[in-house]
C-alpha cells in the first residue's frame, strides 16, 4: 500500500482525524532537557508537530519511574510517556 499522505494511517484514527493532524502541526512543543528529550522529540516529530524546540528546565515527573530497572529504559519511557502527554493535551482527549 503506497500512502500518499506522510500521515494518512494516524489520520484514519477518530481520534485525530484531518482536523487533529492539522491541530498537530500546528503546534509549538518545548520539552525541557534531559532523560527522554531526544526520544520526546523524536515522537513528537514523528507525529507531524509543527514545531519542538529542547531547552533548560525541569524534566517532566514520570508516574512510572519505580517500575524500571535500567536507566536507558526509564529514559526511553520517559520520553514516549512525555510526547504521548502532549499529543493528548494537543488533541484535547482529556
Known amino acids: 500500500m503506497i500512502m500518499s499522505n506522510l500521515y494518512?494511517?494516524?489520520?484514519?484514527?477518530r481520534?485525530?482525524?484531518?482536523?487533529?493532524?492539522a491541530k498537530l502541526q500546528a503546534a509549538?512543543?518545548?520539552?525541557?532537557?534531559?532523560?527522554g528529550a531526544a526520544v520526546a522529540?523524536?515522537?513528537l516529530?514523528?507525529?507531524?508537530?509543527g514545531?519542538?524546540?529542547?531547552?533548560?528546565?525541569v524534566p517532566a515527573s514520570f508516574p512510572h519511574e519505580a517500575y524500571f530497572q535500567s536507566k536507558a529504559c526509564l529514559d526511553f519511557a520517559l520520553g514516549t510517556w512525555?510526547?504521548?502527554r502532549h499529543v493528548i493535551e494537543i488533541l484535547e482527549l482529556e
Open 8 to 13: 494518512e494511517r494516524q489520520q484514519r484514527l
Open 51 to 57: 514545531s519542538v524546540s529542547i531547552e533548560g528546565g
Open 41 to 43: 522529540r523524536e515522537y
Open 15 to 21: 481520534e485525530i482525524g484531518v482536523a487533529g493532524q
Open 82 to 84: 512525555v510526547a504521548t
Open 28 to 35: 509549538s512543543v518545548r520539552l525541557a532537557s534531559g532523560p
Open 45 to 49: 516529530c514523528r507525529a507531524g508537530i
